[in-house]
Each structure stands twice: as C-alpha cells, then as structure tokens.
T-cell receptor, first 113, second 114 residues
Framework: SQKIEQNSEALNIQEGKTATLTCNYT??????LQWYRQDPGRGPVFLLL?????KEKRKERLKVTFDTTLKQSLFHITASQPADSATYLC????????????FGRGTQLTVWP | AAGVIQSPRHLIKEKRETATLKCYPI?????VYWYQQGPGQDPQFLIS???????DKGSIPDRFSAQQFSDYHSELNMSSLELGDSALYFC?????????????FGEGSRLTVL
C-alpha cells in the first residue's frame, strides 16, 4: 500500500526564516504531488501541485520540488510569517484513479515572531 | 466565490444510531470525494462519485453508503455508528477527472459518537 512520510510532526522556526518540509513516499510513483494547508478543525486548502515530469514549481513565497528518483518532495516557505503557522499536508495522486489522493499525516509548522 | 458546503457542521450521535452528512459541491463541479480524518490522523479516502456514478472506493465500512444526486450534491449515510466513527468528515469537489488535479474541500462535518 502507499506509504507517505512527512518530516517531524512539528517544525518551529523564527519569522523571516525559510521553512522546509519533507515528504517521502514508497511503493508507487505518483503522477502528481500536491501540498495542502490545514488549519485546526478546517478543511485542507490547496497550495501547489507538481507533476512527475516537473522538477520545481513556485508560487509567491512557496516553492515545491519533486525528485522521483529519491521519491521525495520538498516544500519551502520563504520569509515565513506567523500567519503561515498551520499543518501542511503532502498528497499523492497516482493518476490512474479518478482523483483519489493519498495524504501524509502532515507537518505542523509554527512560526514565532 | 462559492465553496463546498457541508452540513451539518457538528453532529452528536449515540452508538448504533444512524447519521447522514450532506455535501454541496462548487457549482459546475461534477466530482465529489469523501474523506474521513480522525484526531491527529491523515485524511483517509472513503469514496468518490463522478457524474452521479461511483468512481472509486476506498476504506469505507460496509455500514456506510453514499450517493450523488442529479444536482450533484452527495450524501454519506452511516449506520450502526461505533465510537471509532468519531472523526471529521470532509467532502471535496473537482470539475471532472484530471482537470488541474486539485481538490476543493469543505469545512467538514464533525461527528461525535457517544
């Protein structure tokens, strides 16, 4: 079965620094890899999607990389702000099934002033 | 912009009771997904529908059933509730298979089974 591991359950960084979150997966090669933000008691909110043939994708202060050889994705938030504090979920889409996403447990990011 | 609407937002039931959750997708979205998220857990895929037909099935218990109606809203029916069914249930929608790939999630329905 698909296994997704996200680095340490919690990550604490100082405002202004770059947060780097890791997502490692096994068993299957995803067609897409997505990152979502989830605030407590709220639904996940889509942030970025990267395809298997893409190495890097950027959106404002966010950057995601995808290394299919290492089976790893890195998610970066530059110039982090306290408002970035949330849980970030990595999700894999194998591409063969209609939209089913396999989620990791998430990394809880706290940005302190 | 319109988002995915879920109701009720909170639901408290006793063991062995029945519960129904409703999901109204974003207008013109024809695909609906149901996920279950236990405390501190990752969202687990339950079931999905495309154009009112079941398109995929995940770890949905036999006690649960779901359907998508002609107006594309969906309902998740849960019977013989167990304590372990207590969780956040999310509905997500998308505009058909493999559009951009992203899912739009609702705010969830929190089910508590006592």
């Amino acid at each position: 079965s698909q296994k997704i591991e996200q680095n340490s359950e919690a990550l604490n960084i100082q405002e202004g620094k770059t947060a780097t979150l890791t997502c490692n997966y096994t068993n299957y090669s995803p067609a897409y890899l997505q990152w979502y933000r989830q605030d407590p008691g709220r639904g996940p909110v889509f942030l970025l999607l990267i395809r298997e043939n893409e190495k890097e994708k950027r959106k404002e202060r966010l950057k995601v990389t995808f290394d299919t050889t290492l089976k790893q994705s890195l998610f970066h938030i530059t110039a982090s702000q306290p408002a970035d504090s949330a849980t970030y979920l990595c999700a894999l889409d194998r591409g063969s099934t209609l939209g089913r996403l396999y989620f990791g447990r998430g990394t809880q990011l706290t940005v302190w002033p | 912009a319109a988002g995915v609407i879920q109701s009720p937002r909170h639901l408290i039931k006793e063991k062995r009771e029945t519960a129904t959750l409703k999901c109204y997708p974003i207008p013109r979205h024809d695909t609906v997904y149901w996920y279950q998220q236990g405390p501190g857990q990752d969202p687990q895929f339950l079931i999905s529908f495309y154009e009112k037909m079941q398109s995929d099935k995940g770890s949905i218990p036999d006690r649960f059933s779901a359907q998508q109606f002609s107006d594309y809203h969906s309902e998740l029916n849960m019977s013989s509730l167990e304590l372990g069914d207590s969780a956040l249930y999310f509905c997500a929608s998308s505009s058909g298979p493999k559009n951009t790939g992203e899912l739009f999630f609702g705010e969830g329905s929190r089910l508590t089974v006592l």
